[in-house]
């Protein structure tokens, strides 16, 4: 089974960029999946930001497209995000998932990792 | 967008909980799931393509729904089951979450 770690500064500054990485262990990130990433504010829902495929596809929530950027490192087998111009709203839980052996739902999750955004 | 129902339930061991969830627009029960989640963990998939059970999840568990109208019934709650419960959907290369349910021990 895939397992997935999330690992980044847990403190950005205020119009700063937000830099996670996924790694990735017992598989590899060319498997043919697309791996996204899921924040979680405190106390709310989860919101999607967006997924990668190893081949270079990809799609993006239009609410954080304009901000957030994810790439696929063949070389680590790890999964980054970054995104830009951050505030207080982009404090959250930052988990990055994958639809491991199921089709458009995420059976496979990393712990998460919480990212605060303050001066 | 996906609107659960209701925020907060208060229901007791061995009770039958049900859980709504409402999309602004129809969509395909194909590309529709549930998931648990417990504080200070990742969310669990409980449920997907509508109504399947994902590996090692109790039958207890079942959902059902099409269109704009998906439910997460839980037949017989037992102390573990308390936790939050998202649903979720995709649909124009787009992952929508709900805000959540949070089921509590009454």
């Known amino acids: 089974q895939v397992q997935l770690q999330e690992s980044g500064p847990g403190l950005v500054r205020p119009s700063g960029t937000l830099s996670l990485t996924c790694g990735v262990s017992?598989?590899?990130?060319?498997?043919?999946?697309?791996w996204s990433w899921v924040r979680q504010s405190p106390g709310k829902g989860l919101e999607w930001i967006g997924e990668?495929?190893?081949?270079?596809?990809?799609n993006y929530n239009p609410s954080l497209k304009s901000r957030a950027t994810i790439s696929v490192d063949k070389s680590k087998n790890q999964v980054s995000l970054k995104l830009g111009s951050v505030t207080a709203a982009d404090t959250a839980v930052y988990y990055c998932?994958?639809?491991?052996?199921?089709?458009?739902?995420?059976?496979?999750w990393g712990q998460g990792t919480l990212v605060t955004v303050s001066s | 967008v996906l609107t659960q129902s209701p925020g907060t339930l208060s229901l007791s061991p061995g009770e039958r909980a049900t859980l709504s969830c409402r999309a602004s627009?129809?969509?395909?029960?194909?590309?529709f799931a549930w998931y648990q989640q417990k504080p200070g963990q990742a969310p669990r998939l409980l449920i997907y393509?509508?109504?399947i059970r994902a590996t090692g999840i109790p039958d207890r568990f079942s959902a059902s729904g099409s269109g704009t109208d998906f439910t997460l019934t839980i037949s017989r709650l037992e102390p573990e089951d308390f936790a939050v419960y998202h649903c979720?959907?995709?649909?124009?290369?787009?992952?929508?979450f709900g805000q959540g349910t949070k089921l509590e021990i009454k």
């Open positions: 998932a994958t639809p491991f052996t199921v089709a458009t739902s995420f059976d496979c």
């Open positions: 017992g598989g590899s990130v060319t498997s043919g999946n697309y």
């Open positions: 990668m495929h190893h081949s270079g596809s990809s």
């Open positions: 627009q129809s969509v395909s029960s194909n590309y």
């Open positions: 393509g509508g109504s």
């Open positions: 979720q959907q995709y649909g124009r290369s787009l992952y929508t």
